[in-house]
């Protein structure tokens, strides 16, 4: 399963959203470094259901919205100079060697300093934040590949890039994402004469290469609007930011728990379903969440989660036994959503299944065309595969 790390200053609202997105009981509180430990959860991306397409519902969505799982990390907040050891360090850093993406939340609303001290809104530029979260992640990568680099070069000189891979590899970056990076970039073509500086460029756009920063601008409901502005010009120069309320989302999340409104996370909006069960404050703050929603096009936690996943290439694929009713053997519809990686192929599938479906696979058939795929088929998004195999 794919996982998202949180990153980010401290106070800014990460374990807010973490909680959003996952309904785990954590700490959340207006001081920074509420988290120290990581915490660890499942949250979803969203998705149109197959079963939209039969005149039966699944049983697994909500009115034809899908939601696959998939991993979440929510690290202690990041000071300026972490990597050296400041604030909680570089130890918690370490949390996302694991990770495939992370989420920078940012505090749109300028309302905390880069140590997460309250200083009032709009006293402090949301835009310093993006700049040095983004410098302590490509040090900490830096730092991580050269406290070996003597070793590393000595042995890149005799052996090749072998060991530079494998010491990438333990960082979860992948071998092809190194190779396209050292062919793109103008570096000396003998990875073992970098220099120090040379190495440091390499770690800056390694990061963001293989593990996707998306902005998260939090607070959306008090960032002034000169804020926004300017958060919205940042995509303009290449970012991925989606704007967002957390503690809107975490509300409705509740509030659609205990039966109050009707909101599926991600909508646009909620309808109050008892209204005669809210207290003037409630409704109030209900209906503050409304206004923002209309502004905002809903309160982003979901649009952030699933445009992390869709910049990771992953596609949606569903396992079935009986490809002409699209169930497993039980007759359960469409039981299972998997995301694999663009280019996966049914063997791939069928590993993530299981190992020994993996290892047994034979072939698979396209249930929705019916037709027999060989190992080399390329999956697409939505498919619904039947995989045969010798177990
Ligand atoms: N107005 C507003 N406040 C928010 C929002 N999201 C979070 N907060 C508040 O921001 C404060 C910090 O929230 P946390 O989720 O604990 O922040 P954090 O980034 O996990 O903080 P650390 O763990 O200390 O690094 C709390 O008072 C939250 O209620 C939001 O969307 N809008
Ligand atoms: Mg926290």
Redesign the pocket.
Known sequence: MIKIGIAGK??S????F?KSATLID????NYP???IDA?HGIAFVRSICPCTELDTRCGHCKDGNRFTPIEMI????LVPDAHQGKGLGNEFLDNLREVDAIIDVIDASGSTDEYGNIVGIGRYDPLKEVDFIERELSMWLYNIIHRDWNKISRKMRMDGLNVFFDKLASLKINRQDTIDLINKMDLPDEVYRWSDEELMRFSNQLIKKSKPILIVANKVDITPEENIEKLKRLKDKGYNVVLTTAEGELALRLAEKNGIIKYIPGDKDFEILNIKKLNKKQLNALNLIKDIMRKFGGTGVQEAINTVVFNLNMIKVYPVENEKKWTDKNGNILPDSFLLKRGSTPRDLAYQVHSEIGESFLFAIDARKNVRVGENYELKENDIIKIVSTK
């Open positions: 401290p106070n609202g990460k374990s807010t973490f954590i700490a959340i509180a470094f509420t988290t915490n929510d690290v202690a907040g």
